[in-house]
């Protein structure tokens, strides 16, 4: 793998088996008339972003932006000019994300789904950001699949942000049943090349009005057997 992204883009060849996932998001995004009402929508992006600031990464930075949706949060990355690799699993909401932010910045496009391998051709990161994707993973097989291409896809001295729903947060989300996360799980499952950095409860308010509590956690990919910061 090579870290060069350059503008527009596509890696890999879509997977188009029509499995449920792809059929579900797909379902919902081509059906979004307005972002503002989906369940998930954040007005800013200001939560992640002081987590990006936290690791002291700068453009020209590559970030993995796993389950990007119609996400905002695409759009500011690559304002301040970081490299971006954009997956989501549904291709509706990847058209519309492109769309939107057109020529802007270095953006690659990843239509996959992150319980599969990662194509060849996927570019090395210095920072795998996930707030989507790894809470709708029910199965173990799945799980599995989702840390190893993470731990991966990230550079050594590289970071993951993690922002799942934690163990007190509602049991579905988007009609589906979730996996939700307790600190002490999240960083087994990242794994003991990774250094736990910070971590919170974030309580996000959602376009509703109601509290969902997730579970936010920062960690670095160690250099060697004893990373020193």
């Not at 883009?9 to 996932?21: Q, S």
């Not at 992640?48 to 389950?67: D, H, I, N, Q």
């Not at 160690?222 to 990373?227: A, F, N």
Request: contains cysteine.
């Amino acid at each position: 793998m090579n870290n060069l992204i350059c503008a527009g883009t596509t890696l890999g060849k879509p997977d188009r088996i029509m499995d449920t996932r792809r059929l579900h998001w797909d379902r919902i995004f081509t059906h979004a008339t307005d972002d503002s009402r989906l369940g998930w929508y954040e007005k800013d992006s200001s939560q992640t972003l002081k987590y990006l600031e936290m690791t002291r990464l700068s453009p020209p930075a590559t970030v993995f932006l796993a389950g990007a949706g119609t996400s905002t949060l695409a759009d500011d990355l690559l304002t301040a000019g970081y490299g971006l690799i954009v997956n989501d699993v549904s291709g509706v909401a990847l058209a519309v994300l492109r769309d939107r932010t057109g020529s802007r910045g270095r953006a690659a496009w990843l239509e996959h789904d992150l319980a599969r391998p990662l194509p060849d051709d996927l570019p090395i990161v210095d920072l795998w950001i996930d707030r989507a994707v790894l809470h709708f993973l029910l199965e173990e097989t799945e799980i599995d699949a989702y840390f190893a291409n993470m731990q991966n896809s990230v550079r050594p001295g590289g970071y993951v942000l993690q922002a799942q729903f934690s163990t007190q947060a509602a049991a579905k989300c988007a009609g589906l049943d979730l996996h939700r996360y307790s600190l002490d799980e999240l960083c087994r499952r990242v794994g003991e090349q990774f250094s736990l950095i910070h971590h919170e409860t974030y309580q996000y308010t959602m376009p509703g009005g109601d509290l969902r509590p997730y579970l936010y956690a920062l960690f670095k990919k160690r250099t060697e057997l004893k990373d020193v910061r």
